[in-house]
């Protein structure tokens, strides 16, 4: 599962990802943490994006993503180190990362085009 960050799902949702990306993409599942779609929201309250929550084709494209929850958990291991790189695509980095704070569970794909600290 790749778990997308705002940029790339803005991205793939309007058709602008290279074909190496497309092909990244295709292979998997997507999911977003719920703070994408606030910031989506916001993105398109300040003007920055033109897109609109309710519309039919953003609405299906969503109801495909799983969206992971903002828990307290979650919250406080925010303010933890953060994990190294692990690989990385020719555009998009990509990197491996524990998407349960406590560790038991999951671990995820990020995609990303911005370099991961």
Known sequence: MLNLDTHVLLQAVGGRLSASETRLLRNDRWSISAIVLWEV???????????????AEVVRTLARVHLWPITREIARASNQPRPQRT???????????????????????????????
């Open 41 to 55: 929201a916001k993105l398109a309250q300040l003007g920055r994006i033109e897109l609109d929550l309710d519309d």
């Open 87 to 117: 690989a990385r695509h020719p555009r998009s980095h990509v990197a491996t990362v524990a998407a349960d704070p406590a560790r038991l569970v999951k671990r995820l794909t990020i995609a990303t085009r911005s370099p991961l600290a």
